[in-house]
């Protein structure tokens, strides 16, 4: 490979190669300089992908359990190649994990944008239900202490949303953010002195170090064998639509007021899951604009960018019919139209084309439940 080892950073990536059932192992190297990466074939030792820039695709998107979409496939970082690229970015690519507990969705959205407006980056999320073996595993350190009982009571059988932070010093710096346990003991401005009211409903559980937030990250975002046996996917099925909050708007920090406007508008966000699109996938979901809207091509490569963030939404009101009236809210697929006729819409607040439209939802009633069993059921698997 050329370039010295300077002048790159080498990762281990892994791709499932679906032809041959099995999985393939690179070296993932990145070019700063020009934004471009190499794959090379550590088995077969020889170059897999020559040296190429992947629009979408920086340095802030190589850590440790981070997946790439290059070209097409999708790539999950395994480990550092070399030591040089560890001891240059480990720290500034540190993994932990949060758990946002029972709050409104708007309440939720605001903690979301506290950690993107703070240089940390969402990379895994999803809304679960939680079990009281969930509870215990999750709060292992604290089956001793006198408030948990009151956990119990607080999160069994409740919706929250675990969130994968990345960024420098993560662990200490989210930890830093969320403020001491106690909502009243909390420094002013951090995010449980905000949101929270005691010990037990004090908006977040923050992993207390590095060696928890990866035990904590193994259980609540399981590997395919255990994804239908723990802390699943919470779709309803029931009188919903899909909407989903586009690659663009997940880099630009626009997901948590998109939740916001979401609660406020009317809608409960009944499950949640943040996923990377293989291209064959979002040229399906796609497949009836087709030949039909100009931008069929554009919304493919969009969508399968990088990380979108999946949600099943149903109306609060549920004697509505909620992809009718979502779909109100979202407005027209022309942000630049929306600014002008519909300036409360989602579309009019976040989009900045008709590709990059912020947010994609179900265009017919009879849709947003095909639309949902695709995103939380085919795609899940």
Known sequence: MEGSYSDKYI????????????????????????????????????????????NGITIDQFYIGGTLNILGRLVKIVDFACENTKNRIQKDMEVTFAMIKPLPTSTAGKIITHFMEAGLRITRMKKARLTTEDISTIYKTMLTDPTFPFLLDHLTGQLVIGVELVGKNAVD???????????????????????????????????????????????????????????????TLSNCTLCIVKPHAVREGKLGRILECIDEGGFDVTALNMMMVENVNAAEFYEVYKGIVPEYKGMVDELASGACVAMEIVAKDRTLNSAVEFRKLVGPTDPEIARLLRPHTLRAKFGTSKVKNAVHCSDLSEDGLLEVEYFFKILDL
């Open 11 to 54: 990762f281990i990536g892994e791709w499932y190669d679906n032809q041959a059932s099995l999985i393939r192992r690179f070296n993932v190297s990145y070019y700063p300089t020009d934004d471009t990466v190499e794959m090379y074939d550590i088995k077969n030792r020889k170059t897999f992908i020559r040296r190429v820039k992947i």
């Open 173 to 235: 710096f989210s930890k830093k953010m969320s403020g001491d346990r106690d909502p009243l003991k909390a420094e002013p401005g951090t995010i449980r002195a905000l949101y929270g009211k005691d010990k037990v409903r004090n908006c977040l559980h923050i992993a207390h170090d590095a060696e928890c937030a990866k035990k904590d990250l193994e259980y609540f975002f399981p590997p395919p064998a255990y994804r239908t046996t723990r802390l699943r996917l919470t779709a």
